[in-house]
């Protein structure tokens, strides 16, 4: 009975947990996990398009900060993606799965159309206020009736969020039915081309500045609200126990509803910057998936604002860069996917090789 | 090397991460038809050095040799194989299965299909061995000590001959415990060899034949049981002399605190988990709850502190120490108590999933019980200093006061957790196991702690799992018995066979 497992040898390699690791150490495991995604994807692009890939990444650096006008237009999309991970940040603070930025953006986004296309006639700073506010609503109320739900009957705010998004789709939609112009088109087309109302203005000649200034504000106050502020401790120890929240007193359902309250607003805020502050259309796809990446970024930077930034420059590059080279060398999108899903993997695979090590079998064993 | 030596573990050593070294060259021989004790503190590697043995682990270096045969143990399935078999502290049973289902899972389809044949095979195990199992209840009808005993059974039934019990008297009363050890002697006649877990040294002394003791991962000695006494195991476990009386002063002129008066709780089930529980707690008294763990203990201190709801008809009576003013708690949640300006404090069974914040430091744990008191930013200053008198006063072993407290010891955690409830200076103290998971030392500073608060006046209310202590600790004892008050003793002239009936048998009405 016994025999089977006698001459057993030992297992090659072993998994173990690591307890910890110096700050230099960790980010220079990830500045590997980088170079080495980028030797890869360098061979990937050689296989395909027989091409120099050290030409290619400068294609891909181009296409994302070759001229001025590019280097503000990564600047706008990176504070778009920024702005809901900031938005989100709190509410995955707190464990509450807020999958719902798409629809917290495009219920956002149609308050500020609507206010663009009724209000036009009221003062530039007072129409500005009136999208700010519409779309920090529209979001907010998106954020809060799933929240209101979890807090009321325990539902599932995952599936709960994810399904308000489909029906912000939906509405979407119906106003982009409502709102066509030229009629037949199918589109909203650009609100207000001609005199421009309700278009974010240039700061200093700069078309994107305030979109920056916006979102940097924001960046900086969700910092503090999370590091210091009593409301911020709430979040963080019901993120941690909601038992331990309880057992101090902390009314969790309430905490619920006014973080996603606040979530919500700057999502639906994020909406504000995609209409006003970029497109000044509206469209189903004027989220276009940023509301699920954004989650990427705000799960990546542990919820540090600060460190959402780079985060956000380092995806909307790769995004940029891949469009370049799919452009410049014929190549379909797919192709520049597959690279930016290259890259992604190797820097959320170098997570594994910072929290756990691994041990080979020991050669030396006999002298043990 | 002898014939008469089951396993042979020799120079094992076994880290976690770069600064935990659980097993350092240890070295441990079982014979055939013998007990042997593991003994140590928590965290001294015991579980750790088992589970090495048991497949769960493997060592980083050492050998391991089953009937003289070195063996690479790579999976509890090798472990079966190799005819060991570990009962773990957690059991690993399938609620909603039966006895006969449990024992079949994990065995070949060919056998496990044939029910009757297993039936018998359990049958023929309890027989032989002095167990009783009901082949065909579902385990989520069983008592602890019944899943226990299943557990033990489909360890024999996959041909086990080295058991190894973590732990086994931990969930059992004391007449139960007795049925285990007489179980376990049938089980060394008839050639098998144990090991079993443990802390208890007078289990060690009443049931095993040789003792092992583990220190801080190192092996420290083996002797002969009937050559040990209680002083000299502590001594090497704990590796200095111990005084091992628990100080019990006599406070005059105690004060009614607390009323409770027929407290009555449902759970989550909508099942009555305490049911009409009265009882008086005086400031200076230190109040012990005894009970089997799950007879209502949790229901009854989180009701009194607000964080669950009680029944129509329940009252908890609170009296002011200075202006012997009443107030009524039940009905109010935790911020509320707090607002009224009664000073409770909590020490929950579940440190880190209630009473701490595990990935936050002591400074913001600290911040739990004082953050609301800021505008909008809560004040950072003080609980600072809270933490920072807190690890100099309890001796907190902890690189800083930032490190996530998760981090730390067991024992450690729970002096942050008992230095911040004692800190709010409170008039009520609960302290629910206040000591489960701790070394001797820091036990006797959870207890001299308690006893200080007592000597204040304070109303202590102390739920605890080991008799020897509840005993020696407590002026006067509650036992509860599936959700009621079974009555109350004196702690200093009861027995601990009188506490023990009172915790299995619930008393009729009226008797």
Same mark, same amino acid.
């Given at each position: 009975?016994?025999?089977?497992?006698?001459?057993?040898?030992?297992?090659?390699?072993?998994?173990?947990?690591?307890?910890?690791?110096?700050?230099?150490?960790?980010?220079?495991?990830?500045?590997?996990?980088?170079?080495?995604?980028?030797?890869?994807?360098?061979?990937?692009?050689?296989?395909?398009?027989?091409?120099?890939?050290?030409?290619?990444?400068?294609?891909?650096?181009?296409?994302?900060?070759?001229?001025?006008?590019?280097?503000?237009?990564?600047?706008?999309?990176?504070?778009?993606?920024?702005?809901?991970?900031?938005?989100?940040?709190?509410?995955?603070?707190?464990?509450?799965?807020?999958?719902?930025?798409?629809?917290?953006?495009?219920?956002?986004?149609?308050?500020?159309?609507?206010?663009?296309?009724?209000? %036009?006639?009221?003062?530039?700073?007072?129409?500005? *206020?009136?999208?700010?506010?519409?779309?920090?609503?529209?979001?907010?109320?998106?954020?809060?009736?799933?929240?209101?739900?979890?807090?009321?009957?325990?539902?599932?705010?995952?599936?709960?969020?994810?399904?308000?998004?489909?029906?912000?789709?939906?509405?979407?939609?119906?106003?982009?039915?409502?709102?066509?112009?030229?009629?037949?088109?199918?589109?909203?087309?650009?609100?207000?081309?001609?005199?421009?109302?309700?278009?974010?203005?240039?700061?200093?000649?700069?078309?994107?500045?305030?979109? =920056?200034?916006?979102?940097?504000?924001?960046?900086?106050?969700?910092?503090?609200?999370? %590091?210091?502020?009593?409301?911020?401790?709430?979040?963080?120890?019901?993120?941690?126990?909601?038992?331990?929240?309880?057992?101090?007193?902390?009314?969790?359902?309430?905490?619920?509803?006014?973080?996603?309250?606040?979530?919500?607003?700057?999502?639906?805020?994020?909406?504000?910057?995609?209409?006003?502050?970029?497109?000044?259309?509206?469209?189903?796809?004027?989220?276009?998936?940023?509301?699920?990446?954004?989650?990427?970024?705000?799960?990546?930077?542990?919820?540090?604002?600060?460190?959402?930034?780079?985060?956000?420059?380092?995806?909307?590059?790769?995004? %940029?860069?891949?469009?370049?080279?799919?452009?410049?060398?014929?190549?379909?999108?797919?192709?520049?996917?597959?690279?930016?899903?290259?890259?992604?993997?190797?820097?959320?695979?170098?997570?594994?090789?910072?929290?756990?090590?691994?041990?080979?079998?020991?050669?030396?064993?006999? +002298?043990? | 090397?002898?014939?008469?030596?089951?396993?042979?573990?020799?120079?094992?050593?076994?880290?976690?991460?770069?600064?935990?070294?659980?097993?350092?060259? +240890?070295?441990?021989?079982?014979?055939?038809?013998?007990?042997?004790?593991?003994?140590?503190?928590?965290?001294?590697?015991?579980?750790?050095?088992?589970?090495?043995?048991?497949?769960?682990?493997?060592?980083?270096?050492?050998?391991?040799?089953?009937?003289?045969?070195?063996?690479?143990?790579?999976?509890?399935?090798?472990?079966?194989? *190799?005819?060991?078999?570990?009962?773990?502290?957690?059991?690993?049973?399938?609620?909603?299965?039966?006895?006969?289902?449990?024992?079949?899972?994990?065995?070949?389809?060919?056998?496990?299909?044939?029910?009757?044949?297993?039936?018998?095979?359990?049958?023929?195990?309890?027989?032989?061995?002095?167990?009783?199992?009901?082949?065909?209840?579902?385990?989520?009808?069983?008592?602890?000590?019944?899943?226990?005993?299943?557990?033990?059974?489909?360890?024999?039934?996959?041909?086990?001959?080295?058991?190894?019990?973590?732990?086994?008297?931990?969930?059992?009363?004391?007449?139960?415990?007795?049925?285990?050890?007489?179980?376990?002697?049938?089980?060394?006649?008839?050639?098998?060899?144990?090991?079993?877990?443990?802390?208890?040294?007078?289990? =060690?002394?009443?049931?095993?034949?040789?003792?092992?003791?583990?220190?801080?991962?190192?092996?420290?000695?083996? =002797?002969?049981?009937?050559?040990?006494?209680?002083?000299?195991?502590?001594?090497?476990?704990?590796?200095?002399?111990?005084?091992?009386?628990?100080?019990?002063?006599?406070?005059?002129?105690?004060?009614?605190?607390?009323?409770?008066?027929?407290?009555?709780?449902?759970?989550?089930?909508?099942?009555?988990?305490?049911?009409?529980?009265?009882?008086?707690?005086?400031?200076?008294?230190?109040?012990?709850?005894?009970?089997?763990?799950?007879?209502?203990?949790?229901?009854?201190?989180?009701?009194?502190?607000?964080?669950?709801?009680?029944?129509?008809?329940?009252?908890?009576?609170?009296?002011?120490?200075?202006?012997?003013?009443?107030?009524?708690?039940?009905?109010?949640?935790?911020?509320?108590?707090?607002?009224?300006?009664?000073?409770?404090?909590?020490?929950?069974?579940?440190?880190?999933?209630?009473?701490?914040?595990?990935?936050?430091?002591?400074?913001?744990?600290?911040?739990?019980?004082?953050?609301?008191?800021?505008?909008?930013?809560?004040?950072?200053?003080?609980?600072?200093? *809270?933490?920072?008198?807190?690890?100099?006063?309890?001796?907190?072993?902890?690189?800083?006061?930032?490190?996530?407290?998760?981090?730390?010891?067991?024992?450690?955690?729970? %002096?942050?957790?008992?230095?911040?409830?004692?800190?709010?200076?409170?008039? =009520?103290?609960?302290?629910?196991?206040?000591?489960?998971?701790?070394?001797?030392?820091?036990?006797?500073?959870?207890?001299?702690?308690?006893?200080?608060?007592?000597?204040?006046?304070?109303?202590?209310?102390?739920?605890?799992?080991?008799?020897?202590?509840?005993?020696?600790?407590?002026?006067?004892?509650?036992?509860?018995?599936?959700?009621?008050?079974?009555?109350? +003793?004196?702690?200093?002239?009861?027995?601990?066979?009188?506490?023990?009936?009172?915790?299995?048998?619930?008393?009729?009405?009226?008797?």
């Amino acid at each position: 009975m016994a025999a089977a497992a006698v001459h057993k040898k030992e297992a090659l390699v072993r998994i173990a947990r690591r307890d910890s690791m110096a700050t230099w150490k960790s980010i220079g495991i990830r500045i590997i996990a980088v170079i080495i995604s980028l030797v890869v994807s360098g061979f990937l692009i050689y296989a395909i398009i027989k091409e120099n890939p050290l030409k290619v990444y400068e294609s891909m650096w181009n296409g994302a900060f070759g001229s001025t006008r590019r280097v503000w237009i990564t600047a706008r999309d990176t504070m778009m993606l920024l702005c809901i991970a900031v938005g989100l940040a709190p509410a995955f603070k707190m464990k509450f799965w807020n999958i719902g930025a798409e629809g917290q953006i495009l219920v956002g986004g149609i308050a500020t159309a609507a206010c663009m296309i009724y209000l %036009k006639s009221l003062p530039a700073w007072l129409l500005f *206020l009136c999208m700010f506010v519409a779309s920090c609503i529209a979001g907010a109320v998106w954020g809060l009736i799933p929240a209101m739900f979890k807090a009321k009957w325990n539902t599932n705010e995952t599936l709960f969020t994810l399904m308000m998004n489909y029906v912000a789709i939906q509405l979407t939609s119906f106003f982009v039915a409502q709102w066509e112009n030229p009629f037949g088109s199918n589109t909203v087309g650009v609100i207000n081309q001609g005199t421009k109302e309700g278009w974010f203005p240039p700061i200093f000649g700069q078309e994107y500045l305030l979109n =920056v200034i916006i979102v940097m504000a924001l960046t900086v106050g969700m910092f503090i609200y999370l %590091k210091y502020s009593k409301q911020g401790y709430e979040i963080a120890v019901i993120g941690d126990s909601q038992n331990t929240a309880r057992y101090a007193g902390i009314s969790v359902r309430k905490v619920f509803v006014r973080t996603m309250l606040i979530s919500g607003a700057i999502c639906g805020l994020s909406g504000f910057l995609a209409v006003s502050g970029a497109s000044h259309t509206i469209s189903t796809s004027t989220a276009g998936g940023r509301g699920f990446t954004a989650i990427i970024v705000a799960w990546l930077a542990k919820f540090n604002t600060f460190t959402m930034i780079a985060i956000s420059v380092l995806i909307v590059f790769l995004e %940029k860069g891949a469009i370049e080279i799919a452009s410049k060398y014929n190549l379909n999108d797919y192709v520049s996917s597959m690279i930016t899903g290259i890259i992604l993997f190797f820097i959320l695979g170098s997570e594994f090789f910072i929290n756990y090590r691994l041990i080979f079998r020991s050669k030396s064993k006999e +002298v043990a | 090397m002898e014939n008469n030596v089951a396993v042979r573990m020799q120079h094992i050593t076994k880290a976690f991460g770069t600064k935990v070294v659980a097993n350092k060259d +240890v070295t441990l021989e079982i014979e055939k038809g013998e007990i042997l004790a593991l003994l140590g503190e928590n965290g001294s590697g015991k579980t750790t050095l088992m589970n090495m043995l048991s497949g769960i682990y493997h060592p980083d270096s050492g050998e391991i040799f089953v009937d003289g045969k070195e063996v690479h143990i790579e999976s509890p399935k090798d472990a079966y194989a *190799l005819g060991i078999g570990m009962i773990h502290q957690h059991f690993k049973l399938v609620d909603v299965f039966t006895a006969t289902e449990n024992v079949a899972l994990g065995m070949d389809k060919s056998k496990a299909k044939n029910r009757n044949a297993i039936a018998k095979g359990i049958k023929e195990i309890c027989d032989r061995y002095g167990f009783s199992v009901s082949t065909d209840r579902k385990v989520y009808n069983m008592s602890v000590s019944q899943k226990q005993t299943l557990e033990i059974v489909k360890t024999l039934y996959r041909g086990a001959n080295i058991l190894i019990l973590d732990e086994p008297t931990a969930v059992l009363t004391p007449q139960e415990t007795d049925k285990l050890f007489d179980v376990l002697r049938n089980m060394k006649a008839d050639g098998k060899s144990i090991i079993i877990i443990t802390h208890k040294l007078h289990e =060690v002394l009443a049931i095993s034949d040789r003792v092992s003791i583990l220190r801080k991962g190192e092996f420290i000695g083996t =002797v002969p049981t009937k050559e040990a006494t209680v002083q000299s195991l502590t001594e090497m476990m704990v590796g200095q002399k111990v005084v091992l009386d628990i100080e019990r002063p006599l406070i005059e002129n105690k004060k009614k605190r607390l009323v409770v008066s027929h407290l009555s709780c449902l759970n989550k089930y909508g099942v009555r988990s305490l049911d009409d529980v009265s009882f008086d707690a005086y400031g200076g008294e230190i109040l012990g709850v005894a009970g089997i763990s799950g007879s209502g203990q949790k229901a009854l201190l989180e009701s009194i502190a607000g964080l669950q709801e009680a029944q129509d008809g329940s009252s908890v009576k609170f009296i002011d120490p200075k202006t012997g003013e009443e107030s009524e708690l039940v009905g109010k949640n935790v911020l509320q108590i707090k607002q009224m300006g009664v000073a409770l404090s909590f020490v929950p069974e579940d440190r880190l999933g209630m009473g701490l914040v595990g990935s936050m430091g002591m400074t913001d744990n600290m911040m739990l019980k004082s953050y609301q008191k800021g505008v909008v930013f809560a004040d950072r200053k003080t609980p600072k200093n *809270l933490a920072n008198q807190v690890k100099d006063e309890l001796e907190v072993v902890t690189p800083s006061i930032q490190t996530p407290v998760r981090k730390l010891s067991g024992g450690n955690v729970q %002096k942050v957790l008992v230095g911040r409830e004692i800190a709010a200076e409170p008039s =009520v103290l609960m302290a629910a196991y206040a000591v489960r998971g701790l070394d001797i030392n820091t036990s006797y500073t959870i207890y001299r702690l308690l006893n200080e608060q007592k000597k204040k006046g304070v109303a202590v209310i102390y739920v605890g799992e080991d008799l020897d202590v509840l005993l020696a600790l407590c002026d006067r004892i509650a036992v509860l018995c599936a959700g009621r008050l079974n009555g109350i +003793v004196d702690a200093r002239t009861t027995t601990k066979e009188e506490v023990g009936i009172l915790m299995t048998n619930l008393r009729k009405e009226g008797e």
